[in-house]
């Protein structure tokens, strides 16, 4: 594989620029109690973009891992007795059947006719500073995801299909570069992969 290095320190910084630019104009460092319905759209369309930007980067940056080989556990025996372990626990769970209760609120239907009003924050600030996170510990996760992308090639799971991100003609232009170089990469990362047919 080749050394994209210089590419996967451009796409970062680019991603996490997009992501705190996108936090900071709507606001969400201020953690407000309420926005408007327009504005948490709005920026819940362009997390959700960046998010899949920023996870074909971290699956990126786990293919270029070199990881050593996995030291086999060591083996042990459920069934098997050992000294001051504590006898079983009886069975948690219930046989006979759960009496009926009311209806859940959500099978009633709407009571009342949804407003215009302020929606709130929270929901929107935890997801943005996830990606924040995210961010500060992309090689941890990245090193994880290596781990997984390891096993699925010792059981023969097929190739992940990776396609085009779609709209990218409304995307700010060093984010769409930033899209369609992280696309032709992740192919050409994955024709490493072994055939599985």
Request: net charge positive; glycine share 4%; with cysteine.
């Amino acid at each position: 594989m080749t050394d994209l290095t210089v590419f996967i320190l451009h796409a970062f910084r680019t991603i996490a620029r997009a992501v705190a630019e996108t936090g900071v104009n709507a606001g969400l460092f201020r953690h407000p109690e309420l926005i408007s319905k327009t504005l948490k759209r709005r920026v819940s369309a362009e997390l959700k973009r960046l998010a899949v930007l920023l996870r074909r980067l971290i699956f990126l940056m786990a293919l270029q891992m070199e990881l050593a080989p996995l030291v086999p556990r060591p083996v042990s025996n459920y069934f098997e007795k050992t000294e001051g372990e504590p006898k079983p626990r009886k069975a948690f769970f219930s046989v006979l059947p759960v009496p009926a209760t009311e209806a859940p609120d959500f099978l009633h239907g709407p009571i009342i006719v949804p407003t215009r009003a302020p929606v709130p924050a929270a929901p929107l600030i935890a997801r943005w500073e996830a990606m924040l996170d995210t961010l500060r510990y992309r090689q941890r996760r990245a090193r994880c995801l290596a781990r997984t992308i390891q096993r699925w090639k010792a059981a023969g799971e097929a190739r992940p299909h990776v396609p085009p991100v779609p709209d990218t003609h409304r995307l700010p232009a060093a984010i769409a570069l930033v899209s369609g170089g992280l696309t032709v990469q992740l192919i050409e990362a994955l024709k490493a992969w072994p055939d599985s047919s």
